[in-house]
């Protein structure tokens, strides 16, 4: 629909579609922000794709391949940072290009790959097949198999609508994150056609298994799962897929929202289809760790021809020696210095004596003094590292300087300009930027980082939180106010965000510490010792027979208690709360309303859920006699007063509360069956229950068996005054 | 060979009710002409293996199946005949019999397949890898058994209920997942460590348990041993080892050990034999992964390993588990599988007996079979059935699909169409049944018409 939309040509029916697509250009979509905040703080002063990946930046990877590709037409979606990318983009020639144009589609408001694409749609620009990557993806791969297979398709299947290139890649036993630090990916194809069938790349750790749902196999007879996979973020997509993301102006994300929704949706028949690439090489920088290896890769040369000695665009030359040595020509290095196997240095840059560089790329015209020991690090341009510095595993940006004697730990990044002062010592995973950590997240990244907060859950961790709450602590510690970078440094240190805390390690540039590692293994080890992990979700079939369909209904009664009885712990803890933090009537009835509402309870269970919760609290109080425990009940009904009269409009809320406090008596707290008679009365005279609720009670109660009545029975005086003092006012 | 074969052939099966009965249990029932369990017998025999154990549920059936062994078989096979009572399932017979068990492999069958795969290759794939268990697959047969029931329909095809969910590694030679299809309610749930140790796996639900399984006999016993509640081999023993093959809970090091030092000099042998067939081959994920993510775990993981046989769609593979399969396969022996029978076939694709007497114009079509001393009456017509030993039928009866066992009387003028007609069941003239089983000793009377009925006797207690 969209082919004929855009196709302002007038472009004939499907039938035509071939010719379509051969008349039309090949277009691509770089989407030159990642709408993530993987990359802060270096991305709040550059966009991420600008970033110098060996001394190049990321997005002239992505054009230099588009363009060897064949593509002949490319529209870079630049939102955060637009102006900067603009400039870059038109400073480097891209724009000047024969045979490959390059546009610029700016945007302020985009807050996802989603509102990229609808705004796409609505310029009309892209009239066929188009290639789908954002602008820190790094590939040598041919695009011709890939396409000519999703034309095939598209020619005899119209809702063939997306290709995505994968790539063997497994993740690691331990941490089940692949190299490139993303999480593991589950993936159902169908081994015949390639067509993708389930995806999940943000899995739920804590399950031992997977659930596909059965349907999947009535279609095919034969499914591949496979868990070894890398999704390279490379799809090639029908026009369709735009007016998809129109259509459903809730997908935001590329993966989660779009290919998941499509998926699912099995009344549209969309299908995206899978292709494994084999011997080419393609992957894309999502963290600090991707970063990290893909930079190693292009050292080591799989990304040729896009490597540091082949100049393709805005890498100055340099020149390949033994032991995967990139030297710039015009480097000044001291004799006495050492540089080491898979390094890169770039032009201008000077070495003093004495120091050691391993594993690690060094931009251009940064001076290094000497008895600098650095290893695995990434610097980059006009860098200052002073005499007796030592950095491990770190990212040092643009203009920064360290005084001397300063040393990095592993995983340290430091934002542009940053100033580390002498002799100071930045702990492991720190940020270092001269940007305040912004307090809020503004609104565009709320949306990712809900995401990355609920990501804790994944990581398998839990060891690792002991050591991270020191170097919490260690961040904290200085004023947040001054600069925390030592004596004469510039810069603040960013907190690690509680969410992010277990991850650091995980995304950093950083390799996995072996404590962490060993701890993982201990805690998977535990998992598998654990006899019934999988056990309990997996019963010996056995058990499961056949007629395991009829027990369907009562399942369903227990989900319903199962609610309940959550629904009450909830209400509970909420109580709980209010009465710890001394929280206002108002706000816990906000809270329980939420909760009510959350778990569709009638307002009778929240007014029993209360006043259980209210009861206990009660019982929780210290008390030695039975006439304790009353006077505790009596002092916390009077304070908690307000919020149960809230919670019983009418006679049924009442009628429940007395229910329920039976129930209590008989179960959960004994303590009270002596004394419901006085609590009732107590209740009676506070005007929390009114009389007709306490009559329609025990009327109700009249038919129950005699075990039911108990109480019934010892309020029997209660009762009988109750009635005659209603017949005295009748009377009067 | 060193395997010691464990047949596991059923008492009356509740299933097959009218075709058992106290008389004939299900090992009995005759595949043309023949008891079913005689084709595994000697499907076993041609392959070089004449031990048997043979498992009957129930004391009078187990009297039976062994008096019919003994006759059949004396002289030829070692065969040992052990009683358990019934309703202790498949993983409950074994466990009856524990103490016979004393090779080093196992192999159990159920009583009841008719296949033509060679159990060798099972053997093979079971000691190439060293394996806990082995199971054998089959693709799910055309002619569908279960399936193409009359029972059958649209809204079958639509969901397998029937079939079994297997998860196999890329090689195929791995068995990573197996639920039957109708313990799967929802979801089929995938163990994540099994998966991420592997990689890749493949589920498919064309692949039919064909219950030929190859065990340790360590394993076997270890495990019937501990897990006192298991049933089933199919249900809850085979799953077992599957879900835990990468945490074996099975003391395989302490029965190599107890192996050694039973037989020292030949034990060495076998292990410089095993281990130059690992070694021949590349690692299997189970080794990989019990070295550990560094290759050198600090204690190795016990693993054991869960193989399996596919055949080749080209196999004949069938079990005898309901009166449909009965059915079936009584056509596709003297049919489409006609090399299991082992009866050689005349020209006119037929078997009929030299004893056997034909009546005037009648006509023995193809794919028929007529038993020893059977006679015919004038103009009837016999189209893909089988006929017993001595039966009497008389004229104008047409016998279509169906299966006459020994003694039969039928009536003149009888039209038998998709039926099972049991030994000495006596048709009275112009009986007309339809997809109808008719239970031994049975009479019907003249005249009447059944259809899709189960016509039985009163089981006298």
Redesign the interface.
């Known amino acids: 629909m969209v082919a004929k939309k855009g196709g302002s040509k007038g472009m004939g029916a499907a039938e035509d579609a071939e010719e379509e697509l051969a008349r039309t250009p090949l277009q691509a979509i770089i989407l030159a922000d990642s709408f993530t905040t993987k990359f802060r703080p270096i991305t709040l002063e550059r966009p991420k794709v600008l970033l110098p990946l060996v001394n190049a930046p990321m997005i002239d990877y992505t054009l230099a391949w588009l363009e060897s590709a064949g593509v002949e037409e490319v529209f870079v979606f630049c939102c955060a940072h637009s102006k900067q990318v603009i400039d870059y983009l038109d400073k480097s020639n891209w724009f000047g290009q024969p045979n490959f144009s390059v546009t610029t589609i700016e945007s302020h408001n985009a807050i996802s790959a989603g509102d990229a694409l609808r705004l796409i749609y609505e310029q009309h620009v892209i009239r066929g097949d188009f290639i789908l990557v954002s602008g820190d993806t790094v590939s040598n791969m041919s695009l011709s198999q890939a396409l000519k297979e999703h034309k095939e398709r598209r020619r005899k299947d119209s809702n063939a609508v997306m290709t995505m290139v994968i790539k063997q890649s497994k993740a690691s036993p331990v941490t089940r994150q692949s190299r490139l630090g993303t999480e593991e990916l589950f993936m159902v194809i169908d081994p015949e056609t390639k067509q993708l069938l389930y995806y999940e790349d943000r899995g739920d750790n804590l399950k031992g298994y997977l659930s596909l749902d059965k349907a999947l196999l009535t279609d095919n007879t034969s499914i591949s799962l496979q868990n070894d996979k890398q999704d390279c973020y490379i799809d090639i997509c029908s026009p369709e897929v735009l007016s998809l993301f129109t259509d459903n102006f809730d997908y935001q994300h590329l993966r989660r929202d779009f290919v998941k929704g499509l998926l699912v949706d099995d009344i549209m028949g969309y299908k995206i289809y899978t292709h494994e690439i084999h011997s080419s090489y393609a992957a894309r920088i999502d963290n600090y760790r991707s970063y990290h290896t893909i930079s190693k890769d292009i050292i080591q040369r799989w990304t040729y021809p896009l490597v540091p000695d082949v100049q393709f665009f805005g890498n100055s030359a340099t020149k390949l020696e033994r032991q995967g040595m990139y030297r710039a020509p015009d480097i000044k290095q001291s004799r006495s210095s050492k540089i080491g196997p898979f390094t890169v240095i770039g032009s201008g840059t000077s070495i003093g004596n004495n120091t050691e560089i391993s594993n690690s790329v060094v931009g251009e015209c940064c001076s290094i003094g000497s008895n600098v020991t650095i290893e695995g690090c990434y610097i980059w341009h006009n860098v200052t590292i002073e005499d007796g510095c030592k950095l491990k595993h770190s990212i040092v940006c643009d203009g920064v300087t360290m005084k001397s004697g300063a040393a990095l730990e592993p995983g340290v990044v430091l934002s542009f300009k940053v100033v580390i002062g002498r002799n100071f010592l930045v702990p492991a995973y720190s940020k270092v930027s001269l940007h305040q950590q912004p307090i809020r997240q503004d609104s565009d990244e709320e949306l990712e980082y809900a995401d990355n907060s609920s990501g804790i859950t994944e990581s398998p961790s839990v060891s690792g939180t002991l050591d991270l709450l020191n170097e919490e602590e260690r961040t904290e510690l200085p004023d947040s106010q001054a600069y925390e970078v030592g004596d004469g440094g510039v810069g603040f240190i960013w907190l690690v965000s509680e969410a992010g805390q277990e991850e650091e390690w995980r995304h950093s540039v950083a390799p996995i510490p072996v404590d962490k590692l060993v701890a993982i293994m201990q805690i998977s080890n535990d998992e598998a010792d654990l006899p019934n992990e999988d056990g309990a979700f997996l019963p010996p079939s056995g058990e499961l027979g056949p007629d395991s369909i009829t027990n369907d209904s009562n399942e369903d009664a227990e989900d319903i208690r199962d609610d309940s009885v959550i629904f009450e712990r909830e209400v509970e803890a909420t109580f709980q709360r209010a009465v710890e933090e001394d929280v206002t009537d108002d706000h816990v009835i906000l809270e329980v309303n939420s909760l009510r509402l959350s778990y569709n309870m009638a307002s009778a269970d929240c007014a029993g859920a209360l006043f259980s919760s209210v009861m206990k609290l009660a019982l929780d109080a210290p008390h030695d006699s039975p006439n304790e425990l009353y006077k505790n009940v009596v002092s916390t009904v009077r304070k908690w007063k307000k919020l149960l009269k809230y919670y019983l409009p009418s006679i049924d809320e009442e009628i429940e509360v007395i229910l329920k406090f039976e129930e209590m008596c008989l179960e959960s707290a004994r303590e009270y069956s002596p004394l419901f008679v006085q609590i009732l009365h107590h209740l009676y005279d506070q005007d929390i229950i009114q009389e007709e609720a306490i009559l329609d009670w025990a009327s109700e109660k009249e038919g129950a068996e005699e075990s039911d009545k108990v109480f019934v029975k010892q309020s029997e005086k209660f009762i009988q005054w109750l009635k005659e003092a209603s017949e005295e006012e009748d009377e009067d | 060979m060193d395997f010691q074969v464990v047949v596991l052939a059923g008492g009356f099966s509740k299933s097959l009710v009218p075709l058992v009965s106290k008389d004939v249990p299900k090992a009995l029932l005759p595949v043309a002409n023949r008891p079913v369990l005689s084709y595994v017998l000697e499907h076993f025999e041609e392959n070089n293996l004449k031990d048997f154990i043979v498992v009957v549920e129930g004391e009078s059936a187990a009297l039976l199946v062994g008096g019919w062994i003994s006759n059949a078989y004396v002289d030829r096979l070692h065969v040992e005949v052990a009683a358990v009572p019934e309703d202790v399932g498949t993983a409950g017979a074994l466990r009856a019999i524990d103490r016979h068990l004393t090779a080093k492999d196992i192999l159990v069958v159920s009583g009841d397949l008719i296949s033509d795969i060679p159990p060798g290759a099972v053997a093979a794939a079971h000691r190439r890898h060293d394996a806990a268990v082995t199971a054998m697959l089959c693709s799910t047969p055309i002619s569908g058994p279960s399936e193409s029931g009359s029972s059958g329909g649209k809204d079958k095809a ?3 209920a029937r ?1 079994n ?1 297997i ?1 196999l590694d890329p090689t195929k030679q791995f068995l990573l997942h197996v ?2 299809g ?12 099994i ?12 692949l039919m348990d064909a219950h030929m399984y190859a065990f340790k006999r360590t394993v076997l016993q270890e495990v019937l041993n501990k ?1 006192e ?4 081999l199919r ?2 023993v085979l ?2 080892l599957v ?1 835990s093959q ?2 074996s ?1 099975l003391s395989q090091n302490g029965a190599v050990a107890e192996e050694n030092g039973n037989s020292k000099g030949v034990s060495d042998s076998t292990i410089m034999l095993s281990q130059l067939l690992t070694n021949a081959s590349t690692q299997s994920f189970h080794e990989l ?1 019990a070295l ?2 560094d290759g050198s775990a600090l204690s190795p ?1 016990k693993t054991h390993k869960c193989c399996v046989h596919i055949a080749s769609k080209s196999n004949y593979c069938v079990r005898l588990n309901s009166i449909q399969a009965f059915s079936d396969i009584n056509r596709d022996v003297i049919g489409d599988a006609s090399h299991l029978s082992g009866y050689s076939f005349s020209p006119q694709n037929n078997i009929i007996h030299p004893t056997a007497e034909l009546g005037s114009k009648t006509t023995v079509g193809p794919h028929c079979m007529l038993g020893e001393g059977s006679q015919m009456g004038d103009k009837c017509s016999v189209k893909k059935s089988v006929i017993g030993r001595h039966c009497r039928i008389g004229s104008n009866v047409k016998v279509v699909n169906s299966v006459i066992m020994d003694h039969v009387t039928i009536g003149d003028g009888c039209s038998i169409q998709g039926s099972v007609v049991c030994s000495n069941v006596q048709l009275q003239e112009r009986v007309v049944l339809r997809d109808c089983q008719v239970g031994a000793g049975y009479v019907v009377s003249s005249g009447s018409e059944h259809k899709g009925e189960s016509l039985a006797k009163k089981e006298k207690q």
């Not at chain 2, 109708?182 to 460590?193: F, G, W």
């Not at chain 2, 509640?229 to 089933?232: G, I, K, R, V």
């Open positions: 639509k969901k397998p079939h969910i998860g639920a039957a109708a313990e799967v309610e929802k979801d089929i749930r995938v163990q994540k460590s998966l991420r140790a592997v990689g890749q796996m493949e589920i498919r639900a064309d897990k509640t298991f049933l089933s249900r809850d799953p077992y879900r990468l945490r809970e992964y550990g993510p993981r």
